[in-house]
């Protein structure tokens, strides 16, 4: 039957089932556990929290600017458009271009 405490007969057993620091009961692969989880959370923190750059080729770039442009032109169309115009609204090509 395994238990917690340690084997009072260290001589056969494994270095991974030694007490780790007497007066502990913590076993050796308590502590590997333990700083291997204490890792593992930090790096998902720092990777959650810290926005790392991801380089983008001239092409990317150039259509994010082209959509932007797009967006202004339509968000300023959209604000000559009266209220009683929004039910018969269709989106259509001739709102967007000048």
């Known amino acids: 039957m395994a238990t917690f ?3 009072p007969n260290d001589e056969n ?9 007497s007066g502990y009961d913590f076993r050796i692969w308590h502590y590997i ?3 291997f989880s204490a890792f593992t959370v ?3 923190l720092i990777c959650c929290c810290i926005k790392i750059r991801i380089p983008r080729t ?3 770039i150039e259509a994010d600017y082209m959509r932007k442009k797009l967006a ?7 604000k000559l458009v009266q209220n009683q115009e929004m039910d018969d609204l269709d989106l259509q090509k001739r709102y967007l271009t000048d």
């Open 72 to 78: 202004e032109k339509f968000r300023q169309r959209l």
């Open 13 to 21: 057993e494994p270095w991974i089932e030694r007490a780790a620091i």
């Open 42 to 44: 930090l790096v998902v």
């Open 33 to 35: 556990f333990f700083c």
């Open 58 to 60: 001239k092409q990317e």
């Open 5 to 7: 405490y340690a084997n």
